[in-house]
């Protein structure tokens, strides 16, 4: 069981993350919120494996790696700090976003490991890669934004 302490710690850092993703590349709505976990990400769908988080944010509980949503069907996608969790999570993000819709990615890293995990992250993403960056503070995380054409 974690400490409530622990909970409140993981819970700031969740939330300053992505309030920087956010502030880098507002949302355009419609929003997906993918892993969406405490659900940071405003006015989004949050999507996650796990119904405490649900219960607790409103969306819907289900699989990222098949998504019950249609095809096209959000403008922004955020899936923050989950995407290595999700097999086929890249394809079901790119299979609901919009032509012309960004898909934020990130996975977490430290200053010692960040450019090692940038690669990976680029590499797991791959084409349509528009824009990466940092996002810094207690956790740090590599950020890649893709747009679909």
């Known amino acids: 069981m974690i400490s409530d302490l622990a909970y409140r710690s993981f819970r700031e850092v969740q939330r300053s993350k992505a309030l920087q993703v956010i502030s880098e590349v507002p949302p355009e709505p419609p929003v997906l919120d993918v892993g969406s976990g405490f659900g940071?990400?405003?006015?989004?769908?949050r999507v996650?494996?796990?119904?405490?988080?649900?219960?607790?944010?409103?969306?819907?509980?289900?699989?990222?790696?098949?998504l019950p949503l249609k095809d096209g069907s959000f403008r922004t996608v955020y899936c923050l700090d989950a995407i290595h969790l999700i097999p086929n999570g890249v394809n079901e993000i790119r299979r609901v976003l919009a032509r012309g819709g960004k898909a934020v990615f990130s996975?977490?890293?430290?200053?010692?490991?960040?450019?090692e995990v940038m690669s990976r992250l680029t590499s797991l993403v791959g084409s349509g890669i528009i824009k990466k960056f940092y996002c810094?503070?207690?956790?740090?995380?590599?950020v890649v934004v893709v747009r679909k054409l």
Do not use: H, Q, W
């Open 136 to 142: 810094v503070g207690k956790e740090m995380s590599a």
């Open 107 to 115: 996975l977490p890293c430290s200053r010692y490991n960040s450019a």
């Open 48 to 66: 996650d494996v796990n119904p405490d988080y649900v219960r607790r944010t409103g969306g819907i509980v289900a699989d990222a790696s098949f």
């Open 40 to 45: 940071f990400i405003p006015n989004a769908l």
